[in-house]
């Protein structure tokens, strides 16, 4: 089995920042693209940002120059620093990987979900 958590949601003033992390635990052999995805009420899940197993990032437009991704990949592990924080971005946020178990191929895992939630 495998487990993804996040942590790091909150409430924050706009201009502010957050950090998320993610954590992935259980029968892993290893982690190929990690993401972050998100959504806000009434729409539907938006990617965020990816980060592959060799450091490759991208980014959607509306968060480009103030979220960064990163990942540990010896400790399983994610993060996704928040700066500028707007309005727009509250929402849940949610860390996905694809992660390859003794099953055997690529499997795509989601956590439960983080709250962010920005104030104006």
């Known amino acids: 089995q495998v487990q993804v958590v996040e942590s790091g949601g909150g409430l924050v003033q706009a201009g502010g920042s957050l950090r998320l992390s993610c954590a992935a635990s259980?029968?892993?052999?290893?982690?190929?693209?990690m993401y972050w995805y998100r959504q806000a009420p009434g729409k539907q899940r938006e990617l965020v940002a990816s980060?592959?197993?060799?450091?490759?990032?991208t980014y959607a437009d509306s968060v480009k120059g103030r979220f960064t991704i990163s990942r540990d990949s010896a400790k399983r592990t994610m993060g996704l620093q928040m700066n500028s924080l707007k309005p727009d971005d509250t929402a849940v946020y949610y860390c996905?990987?694809?992660?390859?178990?003794?099953?055997?191929?690529?499997?795509?895992?989601w956590g439960q979900g983080t709250q962010v939630t920005v104030s104006s």
């Open positions: 996905n990987a694809d992660v390859w178990t003794n099953m055997g191929g690529y499997r795509s895992y």
């Open positions: 259980g029968s892993i052999l290893s982690i190929g693209t």
């Open positions: 980060i592959t197993s060799g450091g490759s990032t």
